[in-house]
């Protein structure tokens, strides 16, 4: 079975920075690109950023671009979210997930983690 695990999240003021992790059992995960996605109450499900398997090309939505910062480390099975000068409207659930093997970053994710709680708060 697949299955993604996030952590890392926490409760910090503005301007602070967390590292989110994404770490898979069951599949090696520099097979497929790893999304990052974040939800927040009352609010559609948001694409934040992608890695790609082959080449490591990376995606970022406009809001985090030069703030956020995603990696992956192959040898430990993890992707990681550097998240740098948080602010209030990064408040979300943030999930990683998977396509199907073969997929990247534009296609649909098939595997979801179970989300970890960011909440940016003075």
């Known amino acids: 079975q697949v299955q993604l695990v996030e952590s890392g999240g926490g409760f910090v003021q503005p301007g602070s920075s967390l590292r989110l992790s994404c770490t898979a059992s069951?599949?090696?995960?520099?097979?497929?690109?790893i999304g990052w996605f974040r939800q927040a109450p009352g609010k559609e499900r948001e694409g934040v950023s992608c890695?790609?398997?082959?080449?490591?090309?990376?995606f970022y939505t406009d809001s985090v671009k030069g703030r956020f910062t995603v990696s992956r480390v192959n040898a430990e099975n993890t992707v990681y979210l550097q998240m740098n000068e948080l602010k209030p409207e990064d408040t979300a659930v943030y999930y990683c997930?998977?396509?199907?093997?073969?997929?990247?970053?534009?296609?649909?994710?098939?595997?979801w983690g179970q989300g970890t709680q960011v909440t940016v708060s003075s």
């Open positions: 997930a998977a396509p199907r093997r073969g997929g990247n970053c534009q296609s649909d994710f098939a595997s």
């Open positions: 069951g599949f090696t995960l520099g097979d497929y690109p």
């Open positions: 890695i790609n398997s082959r080449d490591r090309s990376t």
